[in-house]
Structure formats: structure tokens, C-alpha cells
């Protein structure tokens, strides 16, 4: 849904530098990435299988959706994740109780972005947090960040602040607007920098409708893909070149390539229809009609199959009706022809239409609510929907990311992690000695592990 940690965003004061011990020259790992600890500290995650991003470590600063959803496709492919959080959480832990998401007792939400992650629990607030950081970027391959650049700089997370850290980081930025201009350091949510400001939320509704609101995440997962894309090219550089990148995009971007089309015919000064009126639409036969079930359906027919469908559909005479054969009478008329297939396709329901479609090899989609989604057995057979592991509740199936690689089994997904859960494993990966991480655990530095539910999975509303 958003792009910015509240509590990050919220900071006021810069935590002071520590020292760490010196580091010993470079090795590389798995991966192929860097491994800046000293020797003594690397100890290896062990990997179950062998996978495309086995061996890439990635930490995931980030908070809400676009950003950790990034993560998550890394992850699906066997990158090791560490999720960062401030002590009192992610907010989108709570995302299941926030309306208009649908409240449910289990925090779907939060494990559909975080599955297959380590959860530690840091206080960037705090002066003894910047050695856990600084650890942290020397271990990473892929460092996500998505605070604004304003809190960014008191907090020193800024590219130029980490990167002398680990020259070949992949630093992934994800802003609302972009890294210039006057809106630069605006936090953004998917509704505004996404959908409004992009023009999409103006130009999906009809006619005389008011805009509306979207469905949650929808911009965030979009652009989670567009994240991923660019961690990957970086990654690809890093191989031929063994350079890290500064690589970032936007929701702004990422809605405004979304709208493209029409964007782009703006830029060229195209002469625009009016919005979506589905009884008088700009084409009759690119419009949303409704069968005798109730069942609203899309409709698709592209030039070279307009007689096909008018013989499948009972009405061949269509094509020749002096009201619709010529081009200018036919914008002229197109609400008759729409009222006219209209009376047709509410004759009969959904699954005669579904047939009749189909032997015309003709474009259509019908309108499924969610729960209609789920029982479509195309998710099952294509590994869209997956078992998850250990979330309890009525958890027992996410939904993967959508890129498949044949013959790469992804990863199996597992429960999100719970605030602050593997805080000592990652220390002690990091080289922290047991003193020494009682000793961030007792400044506050590092929050301690949650030991009630923080995700509250079986609580009640």
C-alpha cells in the first residue's frame, strides 16, 4: 500500500558512528558478492537446495508492500532475507485490521510480503544501532530502502553513507515521486503517487462516476516488480563489471508506465474520447455487458472476427445494418448497437456465453469477485496460489510472485517472521560475540523478540 517507514520517517536526531573491528581483505561469496566481515565472523547461511539466488543476501529496510514484495521474489528463488524493523514493528503488520482491507483474524498482509524472511528488530534511532548497520551493509548483496531521503540523511542510510561500506552493494531505492523535483521528498502511498498523481485513478471509472479507491497494494505489487527488475539488471552489471549500483524507481514512475498508452498519447496531443460510458462507449465492441445470470463479462472482439461473432451470437445481420456498416454512422449509433447486444447477451447466462466465445476463438473475461477468484482452478494448476508454511490459523495457502523460470523450483514458502524473531541468530551471523549482543539488546539498540504474537494471528478483532 505506502512506500515509508512512519517510525523512520519520524526521526529527529542522527545516531552517532561506531567502531567495528577492522576488516580484512575482501572475499567473496557464493554469490559472488562481498563479504567485507572479518574472516572470523562470515558464517554462511545454510542453504537447503541449491537455487537461482541461493548465496544473495539481502536486507530489506523497507516497510508496507512495494518494497518488501521485492524482496519476496528474491526470496522465492532462495536469496537469504533479512528483514529489518524498527521496535515497534512494521505497520503493515496491522494492514488485516485496517480498513477497507478485509479484517480477518489471521494478518494475511503481512506474511503475503515478508514470507521466507529473518526478522531482527533495530532501533535506527539509536547511537549503538549504526554498528548493527554498518555490519549489516558489509554482509549485504542487496540493500532495500524506501524512507524519505530527508530521513534518510539524519539517519545516514543514504547511498553515499553506505557505500564505502560495501562497493559492490546493490543500494534498491524505492521513493513516492521520484529523487528530483519539488516533490521529491513527499512520502507517497500506492493511492496517491501510484494511482492519483499518475492519472490512472482518472481514467478507470466511468462516466459521471466520482474517482475510487483502489485495491490495496495493487500499485505496490506492480511496482515491487519493477524494483526486482532493477535489482536484477544490477546484479547482471555487478557480474560483467563487479561494480555496485545505485538503482531506484517510483510509484509515480512505475503508475505513469502503467498509464503509458494514454499518457504517451497526451505527449503526442491525441484527441481524447470522453471517460467509460458503457451505454454509449467509444467501441461496442470493446465494452462490459451482462448475462442472464447476473454475470458481467468483458468483451474483446477485434476487427477480423466481428462477422464470426455476430453469426455465433445469433445476430450475422450486424455487420451489414446500413446504422452500423459505414464508420460514421456507426459512432453515430453506437449506443442502438450497444442496447442491441445488450437485449442479446442478457438472454442467456454465463456459461453459453463461455462457449459460444470460445468457438469463436474471441477475446472475453468474465467479473470475478475474490472469492470467486480462489476457486479458479488456473490458480492451483499454475502455481499462483501455494501452500504456506507455520502461519497458523486459516493461513494455509499466499500467493507466489508471478514469474515461474522452468525448471527452478521456488523456494517453499514459509510464515513471515515474527518482530525481532531471529534477532541473535543474524548478530551472531554478523560476528557479535553473546556480550555483545546482550549488550545492543540492553541499550535498546536491538529490541528484544516479541514472546506474545505480535501479528496476534488467532486473536480476535
Known sequence: MTEHNDMIAAETRSPSAAVVPAASPQQTSRFGGPCNLPLMMIQETPMASENIF???KVVDLASFIAGPSAAVILSDFGADVVKVEPPTGDSWRRGHKIPPQPPANDAYPWHLANRNKRGLALDLKSPGAQQVLERLVKWADVLIVNTPHPARKRLKLEYEDVVAWNPRLIYADLTGFGEKGPDADLPGFDITSYWARSGLLSMTRDAGAPPTWPVAGSGDNATAVGLYSAIVTALYRRERTGKGSYVTTSLLAEGVWSASVFI??????AKFFGLHNRKDPANAALNVYRAS???WFVLIVTPDKLSAVAKAIGRADLPTDPRFSDPVKLLQNMPQLTAILDEVFCSQPMPYWYDVFNGVHVTFGAVRGPQDVIEDPQLRLNDI?????????KLAT?????IQVHGVAKRPAKRAPELGEHNEEVLAQLGFSATEIDGLLASGAVSKASTSNPIERRNPL
Open 264 to 269: 504517451q498519447a497526451a505527449l503526442c496531443e
Open 385 to 393: 496460489v501455494v501452500p504456506l508454511e507455520g502461519a497458523g490459523g
Open 398 to 402: 499466499t500467493i507466489s510472485s508471478p
Open 54 to 56: 541461493s548465496g544473495l
Open 293 to 295: 445470470d447476473g454475470t
